[in-house]
């Protein structure tokens, strides 16, 4: 699946907005990436799982893990196309962890599958959340990528769109000091 495709389909199916967001990284924008939109079809869902999968022929994996919420739909068809198995991690008091019984065996290669990554904070999470259960991360995904490359990761993200879509913190927002009112769409914290 080509960038250009992975674009269209969420400009067709309604899963790219546009007006005043408050991210789940604390930012503000004037573009929101709605991965849900596209993820309800199964049959987009498993085509993008496995265009994603297929970024990663030559890696060692032993398991796929996506943070809750946004990223089980998509971390769940990335595993299904390696043949692999999946595990989500979720926040616990505020703290991203592996839970409900999920194991990382020591050693196993871990790939991270997430829907959109913007500043990289819950892919970070989840590494560290891997690390601690013993895992090892040997690649991390994203349908969108929205970082703009100003991110550190500890690995390459491949990602099947790269989109230039611009943040202000809070305090520089142009959008608020226009007064337009502030929507917060994401998971995180609802």
Not at 44 to 62: I, S
Not at 83 to 91: A, L, T
Request: aromatic share 6%; with cysteine.
């Amino acid at each position: 699946m080509t960038e250009k495709q992975v674009l269209d389909l969420m400009s067709e199916l309604g899963a790219l907005h546009q007006g005043h967001f408050l991210l789940s990284s604390g930012r503000h924008s004037d573009t929101y990436f709605q991965c849900a939109r596209i993820l309800q079809f199964p049959e987009l869902a498993r085509e993008l799982g496995a265009a994603m999968a297929d970024l990663f022929n030559e890696t060692p994996c032993d398991l796929v893990v996506s943070p809750a919420l946004g990223g089980i739909l998509v971390g769940h068809e990335v595993a299904r196309a390696l043949g692999r198995r999946f595990v989500f991690s979720e926040r616990k008091d505020g703290e991203m962890m592996i839970r409900r019984g999920f194991e990382i065996v020591g050693g196993e290669k871990v790939i991270i599958a997430e829907d959109v990554v913007t500043r990289g904070t819950s892919l970070l999470e989840v590494v560290a959340a891997v690390e601690a259960a013993g895992g090892e991360v040997t690649g991390l995904t994203s349908i969108i990528d929205r970082t703009s490359g100003d991110v550190e990761l500890p690995l390459p993200l491949w990602s099947l769109a790269k989109v230039k879509v611009e943040t202000w913190a809070a305090d520089d927002c142009p959008l608020c000091k226009q007064g337009v009112e502030v929507v917060k769409p994401g998971s995180r914290g609802n």
